[in-house]
């Protein structure tokens, strides 16, 4: 990529944003950050950064400046997206919208199904963000988008990401489970496929998807072999150097948990495409051993889920 290629991140100081920050700087993009300015205002000290806030429809740092792309990371409602489309108008080139696999419908979707698959219908009555609403508005933002810049519309779709900086509590807290060793307590079923992707492939994803000028729908989704979350449990534990015994529990135990899902459809999305488009595939155990490192070095705080060392223990004994 030339490093007159000009890119505006909205959102790009936390983990997925980060990430892509960091990517375009090493393929020498000139980047631009938009943002509330809440984290990570220490990092790209260099870089040119505007202050807004989504919230409250603060766009206007926005009104001038020419971008060949921007990127959306912090899109979340029509309104979001709405808003920041009309602030860049015409002065960009392409928009790329970072979306979500919660877009597809639940029903009738077999395995490697791909871009193509049936959406769950819009929404815009509402922004109260849950597990019913949050995939209907992303369709919703995806419309807008795909109205409003056409053939220059690009959308991403990740499935789970991870890796270092990763705020949520998947694949950190089997890393830190797996290496207690002994009994782990797994509310679901350890055949339950998992798609992983790291937050580093992501980002050389929408890099290249930029630097080609590539329209349409992608699917971010990794590794590249597919495996089971039983599968990823023990991984973790080969990286960090322990056995595990793996004794799934009833469901209700914990009905919500790291990386545990129901649907499993929603597991097994097809990458032909974007491997096509340069989605490159980090190793599963690089990924752990990345994140197992991270992790330590920012000293571990507590997690917001899985089971705390008692409530395993009730469980499965010693």
Not at 21 to 31: F, I, M, T, Y
Not at 265 to 277: F, I, N, T, V, Y
Request: charged share 25%.
């Amino acid at each position: 990529m030339s490093a007159t290629v000009r890119i505006l991140v909205l959102g790009g100081t936390a983990f997925v944003g980060r990430a892509i920050v960091e990517d375009a700087l090493r393929s020498g993009a000139e980047v631009t950050l938009f943002g509330r300015g809440r984290t990570g205002a220490d990092l790209f000290p260099d870089l040119t950064r505007f202050r807004g806030d989504r919230d409250t429809g603060d766009y206007a740092a926005l009104r001038e400046g020419t971008w060949d792309a921007v990127v959306d990371v912090s899109g979340y409602v029509p309104r979001h997206v709405g808003q920041a489309m009309d602030a860049v108008g015409d002065r960009a080139g392409r928009y790329l919208f970072i979306s979500s696999h919660a877009v597809y419908r639940h029903a009738g979707v077999g395995p490697g199904s791909d871009e193509d698959a049936p959406r769950r219908p819009p929404r815009r009555d509402t922004e109260e963000l849950d597990n019913d609403t949050y995939g209907p508005l992303k369709v919703a933002c995806e419309d807008d988008v795909i109205a409003r810049y056409g053939a220059r519309a690009t959308i991403v779709r990740p499935g789970k990401v991870a890796g270092p900086h990763d705020w949520q509590d998947g694949l950190t807290y089997w890393v830190r489970r797996a290496a207690r060793g002994g009994r782990v307590a797994l509310p679901g079923d350890p055949e339950q496929p998992v798609q992983v992707i790291d937050s580093r492939d992501l980002a050389r994803l929408v890099v290249q998807l930029l630097a080609d000028d590539q329209p349409g729908a992608f699917h971010a989704v990794g590794p590249a072999e597919p495996v089971t979350l039983g599968g990823l449990i023990q991984i973790c534990a080969r990286v960090v150097g322990t056995e595990v015994q793996i004794v799934p529990v009833p469901p209700e135990t914990a009905p919500r948990f790291p990386l545990v899902r129901t649907n499993w459809a929603a597991q097994q999305r097809s990458p032909a495409r974007a491997r096509a488009a340069g989605l490159p595939a980090t190793p599963l155990a690089v990924t752990v051993a990345d994140v197992l490192a991270w992790d330590k070095e920012r000293g571990e705080p507590p997690l917001e889920g899985g089971f705390t060392a008692e409530q395993e223990r009730a469980l499965v004994g010693q």
